[in-house]
C-alpha cells in the first residue's frame, strides 16, 4: 500500500526543497525524496549546492581570500604579519561546519513546514506513483496528484580522465584536499574551474587551466571576459585556450596530461586534476519504463514554459531541464510550480536570470551579451565605465573591473548588464530588478546612487550610454 501525498518532490537541491516548502506553505500535503550521503555517511539535504557545490565552495573562496589579502594586499594598508601560514584542515573544517549547518536547517524548515523527507533513491513509475529505494535497500511507494522533479545534475566525467578520488577529481574532491597541491591542474575554464582554481592558487599552488574553447569565457561577454582575463592572469593564474585533452594517466603521486593546442601535442605534468567540464541532468534510473515523461537529446526531462512534462501532474525544475544550471533559477522554477499546482499564477523570466562567478574579480551579468546582439540583429549602444574612476573602489584599494550597460538603440530598453569587479555578485541585482520592470538606460542613469559606493559604476555606465558620463571623458 503507497502513501498518499498531495505532492511528492524527488530531489532535495535548491530546487527540490524550496518546491516542497512552498508546496508545504500552500496547504497540500508534502513529501521529499533524496538520495544524497554527507561526509559522515548520514543523509543530507540541500543536493549538490548545499553539500558540494555552492556554499562550501564560497567558504574556501572566503578564507583563501583571506590569506591571499594578508600576503599580499594588506601592506598597502599599513597592515603586517609575520611569517602567516595556512591550516588547510581547519579551513576545510570550517567549510564542512557550514555545510553541515545549512543542511540541519532544511531538515528544520521539513519540520516547520511538515514536509515529509523519504532518504533514498526515487524513480517516477505510471501513474504519478514514486518508488523510493532506501539506502538499507528497502522499496517504499508514494502516490501523489502531482509529482515534481528537480533531480538536479552531476559532474560530467571524461573517458580518458576517470575520476579516482585521489589524483583525478570533480568539484566535490577539490573542496576537500588535505594539503595544497603543487601543482594543480584544472580541465575547463568555466565558473567551476575558476574557483576552484582561483582557492587553491591563492593558497599556494600552481594552476595550470586547460580549456578547449578558443575564446574566455565564451558565455560572457568579451569586453568583460577580457578585463577578467587580464586579472586572472596577473594573479598567476595559467589559463591556455584552444587546449583539448586527451589523455590523463596517474603515475605514482603524478597526473601527466597530453593535450593538442595550436602548436601541436603538448604534455603537463600536476599532483592533482580537476575536471571541471560541465553537468549533466542526473536523470538516469530516474524514470521507469510507461512513465510517459520524454528526455531530451541532453538527457533533460523535457517541459514546456510552465515546466511542465506533458504528463498530467508531473512537473520538472532546476538542473535536469532547459535553461541554465543555476541553484536560484531551479528554485524560482520550484517556488512557480507549487503556486501553479495550488492554483496560482507562477512564472520564471529565463532571460532575467542573473549569472555570477565568485573570482577575484567577480563576474557577473543579465541579458543579452554585444556579441549575442550582434548575431541577432538587434540595434543597441554601450556605455560602460571603469571602477579605477570610482571613489570606493580606490578607497578600498579594488579597482579591477568595468561595469558595461547596452540599451537598445531606438527604445533605449535595458538589453544586458555586465559587470567584473568587487562585489558585483550583489550589484547585479539593480540590473536584474530594472530589466523586470522593462526598464531603460535612462532609468538608471536617473536614479540617484549613493557616493561613495561601487554601484555608481552602474549610474556611469548607465548615462555613458548617452555619452553623458560625468567622470570620464565620452
Not at 116 to 124: D, N, S
Not at 202 to 215: H, W
Not at 371 to 378: D, P, R, T, Y
Request: net charge negative.
Amino acid at each position: 500500500m503507497s502513501e498518499q501525498f498531495d505532492v511528492v518532490v524527488i530531489g532535495a537541491g535548491p530546487a527540490g526543497y524550496v518546491a516542497a516548502i512552498r508546496a508545504a506553505q500552500l496547504g497540500l500535503k508534502t513529501a521529499c525524496v533524496d538520495a544524497f550521503i554527507g561526509k559522515d555517511g548520514k543523509p543530507a539535504l540541500g543536493g549538490t549546492c548545499l553539500n558540494v557545490g555552492c556554499i562550501p565552495s564560497k567558504a574556501l573562496l572566503d578564507s583563501s581570500k583571506q590569506f591571499h589579502n594578508l600576503t599580499h594586499n594588506f601592506a598597502v594598508h599599513g597592515i603586517s604579519a609575520a611569517n602567516p601560514s595556512i591550516d588547510v584542515g581547519a579551513m576545510v573544517g570550517r567549510k564542512d561546519k557550514i555545510v553541515k549547518q545549512f543542511t540541519g536547517g532544511i531538515t528544520m524548515l521539513f519540520k516547520a513546514n511538515k514536509v515529509t523527507p523519504f532518504a533514498g533513491f526515487g524513480t517516477l513509475k505510471p501513474g504519478r506513483v514514486v518508488s523510493v529505494k532506501g539506502h538499507d535497500g528497502s522499496i517504499t511507494e508514494l502516490t501523489a496528484a502531482n509529482i515534481i522533479i528537480a533531480a538536479g545534475s552531476v559532474p560530467i566525467e571524461l573517458p580518458f580522465a576517470k575520476f579516482d578520488n585521489k589524483h583525478i577529481v570533480d568539484n566535490a574532491g577539490a573542496l576537500d584536499f588535505a594539503a595544497t597541491p603543487k601543482r594543480l591542474g584544472v580541465i575547463g575554464a568555466g565558473v567551476i574551474g575558476l574557483e576552484l582554481g582561483s582557492v587553491w592558487k591563492r593558497l599556494g599552488a600552481e594552476v595550470t587551466i586547460l580549456e578547449a574553447l578558443p575564446d574566455f569565457l565564451a558565455a560572457a561577454d568579451q569586453d568583460i571576459a577580457k578585463a577578467a582575463a587580464r586579472e586572472f592572469k596577473k594573479q598567476g593564474l595559467d589559463i591556455r585556450l584552444g587546449a583539448k585533452l586527451s589523455k590523463a594517466e596517474v603515475k605514482g603521486d603524478e597526473v601527466h596530461l597530453t593535450y593538442s593546442d595550436a602548436k601541436g601535442e603538448q604534455s603537463l605534468v600536476v599532483d592533482k586534476l580537476l575536471v571541471a567540464v560541465g553537468r549533466r541532468a542526473a536523470t538516469a534510473g530516474l524514470l521507469a519504463e510507461g512513465s510517459g515523461v520524454q528526455l531530451d537529446e541532453r538527457g533533460r526531462v523535457v517541459v514546456d514554459e510552465h515546466c511542465h512534462t506533458g504528463v498530467d501532474g508531473v512537473w520538472a525544475v532546476g538542473d535536469c531541464v532547459r535553461g541554465p544550471m543555476l541553484a536560484h533559477k531551479g528554485s524560482e522554477e520550484g517556488i512557480a510550480v507549487a503556486e501553479l499546482i495550488a492554483g496560482r499564477a507562477g512564472h520564471v523570466n529565463l532571460d532575467t536570470v542573473p549569472w555570477v562567478i565568485y573570482t577575484e574579480p567577480e563576474v557577473a551579468w543579465v541579458g543579452k551579451t554585444e556579441e549575442q546582439l550582434k548575431a541577432e540583429g538587434v540595434p543597441y549602444r554601450t556605455g560602460s565605465f571603469p571602477f579605477a574612476a570610482i571613489g570606493r573602489a580606490v578607497a578600498m584599494n579594488e579597482t579591477a573591473g568595468m561595469v558595461k550597460v547596452i540599451a537598445h538603440a531606438d527604445t533605449d530598453r535595458l538589453l544586458g548588464v555586465h559587470m567584473v569587479g568587487a562585489c558585483v555578485s550583489e550589484m547585479i541585482h539593480e540590473a536584474v530588478v530594472a530589466m523586470e520592470f522593462k526598464g531603460s538606460a535612462e532609468d538608471l542613469a536617473r536614479i540617484c546612487h549613493a557616493h561613495p559606493t561601487l554601484s555608481e559604476a552602474v549610474h556611469e555606465a548607465a548615462l555613458a550610454v548617452d555619452k553623458r558620463a560625468i567622470h570620464k571623458a565620452n
